[in-house]
């Protein structure tokens, strides 16, 4: 079992729609929790961190946190097709090495 | 600033070749990384360092070596190319000074061994 767990889609959508992207995780250290983009070719780029368990809220982007389920989410409101991208999961106990989930293809139409 | 810059962009090695690829940071970073991409697999972390002088083994090291001489430079080489290191591999640095210490990652070199 991987100790992080991500859909890799595609997940498809209309444009307006939002999005919803989740991880599950298995290792209880785990107290900061991010999300990359990575656009085609690209490296990924930080989008959204946590730490610990509750919401944070970011123009269009949210993520959640449920640590006593050990689940992640990131919800893009009003998706464009910009959003377009592989959005990554990461995880780290302390900070310094990050623990990354497989990442899922989202595709924005117009 | 230019960030991570990572040199080459693409490499075909043959089974057995050795190479070097290259990575550098101009944001006076403590932190430096190496990861592999394979499709649908995520980020693997090769190896890591957390200053010059100072590296240590990740989640998939064998085949690979790193050294750090300087805070901005962290090479990883590869020994006797095999075909399951085909991958895209990224650097990255953080700084190591806030508590979720963000990753700042090169754009990649896409390597395909033959």
């Known amino acids: 079992q991987k100790e992080v767990e991500q859909d890799p889609g595609p997940l498809s959508v209309p444009e307006g729609a939002i999005v919803s992207l989740n991880c599950t995780y298995s290792?209880?250290?785990?107290?900061?929790f991010m999300w990359y983009r990575q656009y085609s070719r690209k490296g990924p780029e930080l989008l959204m961190y946590?730490?610990?368990?509750g919401n944070k809220e970011d123009g269009s982007f949210t993520a959640q946190v449920d640590k006593s389920s050990k689940y992640i989410s990131l919800f893009i409101r009003d998706s464009q097709p910009s959003d377009s991208a592989t959005y990554l999961c990461a995880m780290s106990a302390a900070g310094n090495k990050l623990t990354f989930g497989g990442g899922t293809r989202v595709l924005v139409k117009p | 600033n230019a960030g991570v810059t990572q040199t080459p962009k693409f490499r075909i090695l043959k089974i057995g070749q050795s190479m070097t690829l290259q990575c550098t940071q101009d944001m006076n970073h403590n932190y430096m990384y190496w990861y592999r991409q394979d499709p649908g697999m995520g980020l693997k972390l090769i190896y890591y360092s957390v200053g010059a002088g100072i590296t240590d083994k990740g989640e998939v090291p064998n085949g690979y070596n790193v050294s750090r001489s300087t805070t901005e430079d962290f090479p990883l080489r590869l020994e006797l190319a095999a075909p399951s290191q085909t991958s895209v591999y990224f650097c990255?640095?953080?700084?190591?000074?806030?508590?979720?210490?963000?990753?700042?990652f090169g754009p990649g070199t896409r390597l395909t061994v033959l």
């Open positions: 946590t730490y610990s368990s």
């Open positions: 290792n209880s250290a785990f107290q900061y």
């Open positions: 990255a640095s953080a700084s190591g000074e806030i508590s979720y210490n963000e990753q700042f």
